[in-house]
């Protein structure tokens, strides 16, 4: 399941999300300045992979 950055920041505010990796890692990456620029685009399916 993805799920956004904010949402992913909605969860750990209301405990939704309690693992001892996924928060620190959030609030570094957060921290850092990575989470504010825009995702990168989805890469292009491989030719026969369906898409």
């Known amino acids: 399941m993805t ?3 904010a ?3 909605r969860m750990i505010a ?3 999300v309690t ?3 996924t ?3 959030y609030t570094r990456a957060r921290l850092a ?3 504010d620029t825009p ?3 989805a890469p292009a399916p491989a030719p026969g992979d369906g898409g």
């Open 3 to 5: 799920v956004s950055y």
């Open 7 to 9: 949402a992913l920041g």
């Open 14 to 16: 209301t405990g939704a």
């Open 19 to 21: 693992d001892a990796f």
């Open 23 to 25: 928060i620190p890692a």
């Open 33 to 35: 300045g990575l989470l």
């Open 39 to 41: 995702a990168p685009p």
